[in-house]
């Protein structure tokens, strides 16, 4: 079978699905963790259950102005890594040893979760400039890797 997608990428197209339930309306992310090549949880970015959506109340963040990628704490959603965290969590499932693939590179915080999460190696296809995430990554020995391509 000569068309038969990679695991990896079979993977990413899943993170990038995914990614389409997002209601952030600054940057749809989606993320996925597989072991044994199994998917064990999704994520993907959008305010809490039982909150308003930023689709229909507007972006806290555009609202002051705040640039991507600073003070990740006046934002109304959780990111798509930390979902796949509370979505395993929820239903008793173990991250250890996981590979996370994940539509944008991981932010700090998302990083530090994963990290104590104890997964093996984040793939993702789209970068996301935070050296001090990936000065983190590489201390903690978790493989990441860029995928180029096409994944939707």
């Known amino acids: 079978m000569p068309n038969r997608l990679p695991w990896p990428d079979y993977f990413m197209r899943i993170a990038h699905l995914v990614a389409q339930r997002s209601t952030c309306t600054r940057r749809a992310v989606g993320a996925i963790a597989v072991r044994d090549k199994r998917i064990l949880a999704t994520g993907y970015n959008g305010v809490p259950s039982n909150i308003s959506h930023c689709e229909e109340v507007g972006c806290l963040r555009e609202k002051l102005g705040i640039p991507s990628g600073q003070r990740h704490e006046l934002c109304r959603g959780l990111h798509a890594e930390q ?38 190696s984040i793939f993702y296809a789209e970068d996301y400039n935070d050296e001090l995430s990936e000065e983190m990554l590489k201390e903690a020995g978790v493989n990441y890797v860029y995928m180029q391509g096409e994944f939707i």
């Open 83 to 120: 979902n796949v965290i509370i979505q395993a969590a929820t239903h008793g499932l173990d991250l250890k040893e996981c590979d996370i693939y994940c539509t944008t590179k991981p932010c700090i915080l998302c990083t530090k979760m994963l990290i104590n999460c104890d997964v093996r």
